[in-house]
């Protein structure tokens, strides 16, 4: 990986966005799970994990070639996590709720908030590999919602 691309590309992105949003890049999670990109409400800032990046890149693709795009596609869907307006009241109600399909709904609606403002910034560059990832990332919620079983069941016949 080159530092120096991925930092042209998130000032890029940044660009494109006309957000002033602090981007840190690190290399790993500080937790056990595989997260790429985390937006903090409280700092109002981005963290990039690259080596993650570089990880779910290969497990997704098989590759490290689409990398630059997979940076920008989870940079642009972090963006969207930070200009959501309703990131406060949702986030607000996660912390509210109890049972686990109503947080699985609510997790939804703001991981499909975020790819809206993906979709709006950058999905003409690399249809494909937005819509892998961006439908990878759903992939979860969708499997966990019974509203969502016709729509889970022809993604993994396709």
Known sequence: ?????IEDTVTDVLTRS????EVVLEHLFPGKRLIGGKYN???NRITLYLGVLEEQCRLLFGS???FEDYVRVVLAHELG?????ELEYLSDRLVRIRGKL?????SLRLEQNAWRYADDLLRRENPAVFDTIM???LSGYYDLLPEYADYS???TTA
Do not use: F, K
């Not at 006309?18 to 949003?21: C, F, L, T």
């Open 1 to 5: 990986m080159n530092r120096i691309l």
């Open 18 to 21: 006309n957000s002033e949003i």
């Open 41 to 43: 409400l409280d700092d």
């Open 64 to 66: 490290l070639e689409p």
């Open 81 to 85: 996590h930070a200009h959501d307006p």
């Open 102 to 106: 109503s947080r699985t709904r609510v």
């Open 135 to 137: 439908g990878y990332s």
């Open 153 to 155: 069941e022809s993604a």
